[in-house]
């Protein structure tokens, strides 16, 4: 029986830093699924889903927790059972000028309709024009199966124009744009 854990990582950015993860656990017979990783203000910071047979689970997080003696903080969850039913998936894409609490006030729309956000990257970058601050953020999501989606784009759509944001919602079949 295979188990999932998944790993968050945090620390001093330097070269190795995968490689070591990566041999402890090849070491423990331990499979990499997937991963999210990033270099954030001089720190190293990911995400990591391994998958490993439950009789090396232990052994694998105990090889896993020596990492902290070289400076990296891992933290170790068990992956469970997905407790929501989908009914499908839909992309969010949203451009406009940065300020805080974009990310509230829609993450806030979104729960309230019941939707996942099953992954989510956020940048702020310079506006090739005018040089101002620009916030983009994309992110994946999971729909409910009572998921309502038009009425999901009408609050976005209510939202982006409070937020003077440019949003696109799209759902498997296809992009809706909202502004």
């Not at 409910?144 to 937020?163: Q, S, T």
């Amino acid at each position: 029986m295979k188990t999932s854990l998944i790993l968050t990582l945090v620390g001093p950015d330097r070269p190795g830093l995968v490689s070591a993860v990566s041999a402890r656990a090849s070491q423990c017979g331990a499979n990499w699924m997937e991963s999210r990783m990033a270099h954030l203000a001089g720190q190293f910071a990911g995400v990591v889903r391994l998958e490993a047979d439950a009789t090396a689970v232990d052994a694998l997080e105990a090889a896993l927790r020596g990492l902290e003696a070289e400076g990296l903080h891992v933290t170790v969850a068990r992956g469970g059972a997905r407790a929501v039913v989908e009914a499908g998936r839909a992309c969010l894409e949203l451009v406009g000028h940065d300020r805080p609490g974009i990310v509230r006030e829609i993450s806030t729309v979104l729960a309230r309709h019941g939707v996942s956000i099953e992954a989510l990257e956020t940048a702020c970058e310079s506006a090739s024009m005018s040089g101002e601050a620009l916030f983009r953020a994309k992110a994946e999501l999971a729909l409910p199966a009572a998921a309502d989606l038009g009425a999901i784009r009408a609050d976005l759509e209510a939202l982006a124009n409070e937020l003077m944001v440019d949003l696109v919602l799209g759902d498997t079949s296809g992009a809706s744009r909202s502004t």
